[in-house]
DNA sequence: CGCGATTTGTGCACGGCTTCACAAGCGCCT
DNA sequence: AGGCGCTTGTGAAGCCGTGCACAAATCGCG
């Protein structure tokens, strides 16, 4: 059931994508699953760059690394890449992802659609809290937190999502990590410890706008210069 | 008058800081506000790098683009440079944020604590249903989306999160812009397109956990692999 | 069968970001 | 006052990512 990596076949060993490739290659599957409902059977780099918001040349440059994606002259063929990107990302098969936390946010995550169409499955439910524990959600039913090292072993959960208060996060990682979890999506806003080999992805929603008010403070600046600079965008036309 | 160091009144002059360090900012705020609660007036660049997750040289080159900031052989002010952070982010004054679609993940941001208490006051809720019209969320009204213009205007909304379903987004995206917004923080699984001058960051909870199924099955697939394992390993933190 | 139109794949150069290593500066202790 | 230990700030080197520009490859058509 794991990817072996004999070769012999047309087993596809990855040879260490770039970082940045592996955070591009999901955008690039949604833009395809799109080109794919609209009727498109095959697509050029130009395309589907435009699609997923990228250069061309950088899209054929991050699809060279899958091996021979395209064909010149042509482009590329929408099934067939979806279905090696997907093999690229291990999205093969359903991954079945824990969520812990169903406060407000965990509330919302766990009834999103866009996890189950797009590669996973939310298999189970955590929260420590005993007044939230037995209830449904999207017909899942929330456990105790001590139920997890069953549950991760039963449902073989590798990914899980915290969705806690800050000050339980570290302690809900821990517990994640010693039953057997090996990558985390962390939504709470504090910086997770982990031990190597388990990795970990925030989403900080707080840290996002400050970073565009970081830009509005600078575009609000920049009106009030005369325009002697020439930055790469700039000019908000909108009047006062 | 970006770059005089006259040291006039409060002259809010930025020298360009790298994006790079842009985005970290708000996690040393984050870090500084912790600090700060803990007590702590002073931090060493060491201390505040481990309690934001980074390299400690990488934090000194980011603050030092601040100006001087701290003080050799103590370490930095912890709310002197709380001040000098938020200034620069823009957070001197609360900014106003509009809230489009609330669904299921925007009723959760419309509830979510963080907004308020890291520089963002929510404004106003829209949507496009009628039937969520009306509704109250925390305290506020939602309000029908062509009622944008005039709120935008009255409450001096420069930044909007878009949590609409994908084939709304763009539409809002337009009337956003329209309407004045000059910064958008999209929710929503598909690509924006803006004109220029106007800012746009991305969240996709899909995407986050493809990334992570990727170095889930790279993992899986070293672990079968007896031979070579690469020590080298970016993203975790060393336990303490 | 060959040629031209088209598009991929990639060598190369450039810029930005990261990290090391160390000089410069600051406070404290004697 | 002077030295010593500690910490910041930064020069420099290296790495990664990006984008241009073009050669190689493929298809369609006359």
Redesign the pocket.
């Known amino acids: 059931m794991s990817q072996q990596r004999t070769g012999t076949t047309d087993g596809p060993d990855f040879p260490d994508l770039?970082?940045?490739?592996v955070a591009?290659l999901p955008e690039y599957l949604r833009a395809l699953h799109h080109l794919s409902e609209d009727g498109h059977d095959t697509?050029?780099?130009?395309?589907?760059a435009a699609a997923a918001g990228?250069?061309?040349?950088?899209l054929?440059?991050d699809?060279?690394h899958l091996g021979?994606?395209?064909?010149?002259?042509?482009?590329?063929d929408v099934t067939l890449l979806i279905d090696q990107i997907e093999q690229v990302l291990g999205l093969t098969h359903r991954r079945a992802v824990a969520l812990v936390g169903v406060g407000n946010l965990g509330h919302a995550l766990a009834g999103y659609a866009g996890f189950g169409t797009r590669g996973f499955r939310i298999a189970a439910l955590f929260d420590a809290d005993l007044g939230r524990v037995g209830e449904q959600i999207n017909g899942l039913t929330v456990r105790h937190i001590d139920e997890l090292p069953e549950t991760v072993l039963q449902e073989q959960i590798a990914i899980a999502v915290i969705a806690t208060p800050a000050h339980a996060a570290q302690h809900v990682a821990d517990r994640l990590v010693a039953a057997g979890v090996t990558s985390v999506l962390n939504f709470a806003p504090c910086v997770l410890n982990v031990p190597e080999g388990v990795d970990v992805r925030k989403v900080d929603l707080a840290i996002e706008l400050q970073i565009l008010s970081f830009h509005e403070h600078r575009k609000s600046a920049l009106t009030a210069l005369p325009a002697v600079q020439k930055p790469q965008h700039n000019g908000a036309e909108v009047a006062s």
């Open positions: 770039p970082e940045a490739t591009r697509v050029s780099s130009e395309g589907l990228v250069n061309s040349a950088k054929r440059k699809l060279s021979r994606t395209g064909t010149r002259g042509v482009g590329y």
